[in-house]
């Protein structure tokens, strides 16, 4: 099963994700959808030092938005705030350091930024693909840390902040990679299975839109979308993925193709016309699993997918 599921997710990628399937896509865009100012709306992007996030939180900075950049590394978070504040004339760029694998960090963070600031839109953007099993200082493996218990903590400390705003969304950026992958609630952090850094990363990405989808159902004044960048030109491919960049160079997405629809989903009108928890690609909702590949999971397994992060987040908050 898995080699059909890789098989038809790669043919399926060279197709849709290349630069080729965006400039096929672009051409049924509507130009207007990013014709909007968005001055005095507070937008937070983690992992907004490079890649898709700088260029999301450049292109929202363009339209006016005030950027709260959550990454990790003080000089390049600096060094990428002064290239968007000089590229997009826009002063209202403030960087928050933050370790996205640190729950504790993560739920502290949150309750100050809360006490402090107005949130109109999240863009869960930060993650990692770590290729060996390494734990953080808690005993987490590293990219379950990153990829899902931190986004789930942040985005459940600041909904009380979002749905206090008008048109409050959630945007977090996934990886088609998940069609390939099962939600295995049985072990999230590859306790017992043989490791591999690029199935523990699309596991996440497959926790990423399950979590999506039950958030959509249990807080309707948010409006929460995940997307699929496409295959794109980042630091982060070409350090987590060497061969596969070799590969692929002169077919990938640049950067802005890549963070297109994280940037509509944040800031157009047409956006939020569409239900609240898909799954988008290139503007467009798209299917969560490929045709034949026995990806879907049980309601029940879904449910405790949530109530693990959900016991795992509440030890944080009450031993803060």
């Known amino acids: 099963m898995s080699l059909y599921r890789n098989t038809v997710w790669f043919v399926k990628g060279l197709r849709e994700y290349t630069r080729g399937g965006y400039e096929a896509a672009a051409k049924h865009f509507a130009a207007e959808d990013l014709q909007v100012d968005v001055t005095g709306r507070s937008y937070m992007i983690t992992g907004a030092n490079s890649g898709i996030g700088k260029t999301t939180a450049l292109e929202i900075a363009k339209k006016g938005g005030i950027i709260h950049m959550v990454c990790r590394n003080k000089e390049r978070a600096e060094e990428a705030q002064k290239e968007i504040i000089a590229g997009s004339g826009n002063q209202s760029i403030s960087v928050h350091l933050l370790d996205m694998s640190n729950p504790k960090e993560i739920w502290e963070f949150a309750e100050r930024f809360k006490a402090e600031n ?15 099993r390494e734990l953080t ?22 909904l009380p902040a979002l749905e206090k ?14 069609l390939v992958q099962k939600l295995d609630v049985l072990d999230l952090q590859f306790e017992t299975s043989t490791f591999d850094g690029t199935m523990a990363y699309a596991q996440n990405k497959r926790q990423q839109v399950i979590l999506t989808e ?6 309707p004044k948010v409006h929460f979308s995940v997307m699929h960048p496409g295959w794109a030109d980042t630091p982060a491919v070409r350090s987590s993925m060497p061969d596969f960049y070799e590969k692929m160079k002169n077919r990938l997405r640049t950067e802005e193709q890549g963070a297109d629809t994280v940037v509509w989903l944040a800031v157009s009108p047409a956006a939020t016309k569409h239900a609240s928890g898909l799954f988008f690609q290139d503007r467009k909702p798209a299917s969560t699993h490929l045709p034949l590949a026995s990806t879907r999971s049980s309601s029940g397994d879904e449910d405790k997918l949530l109530q693990i992060l959900q016991d795992m987040s509440k030890k944080i908050s009450t031993a803060s």
């Open 214 to 219: 039950q958030w959509a159902k249990e807080y």
């Open 118 to 132: 107005r949130l109109h839109v999240l863009v869960n953007n930060a993650g990692c693909m770590v290729n060996s």
């Open 165 to 178: 705003e008008d048109d409050p969304r959630v945007v977090t950026v996934s990886s088609g990679g998940m």
């Open 137 to 158: 200082d808690d005993g987490l493996e590293k990219n379950f840390a990153t990829n899902v218990l931190g986004t789930y903590i942040l985005t459940k400390a600041l």
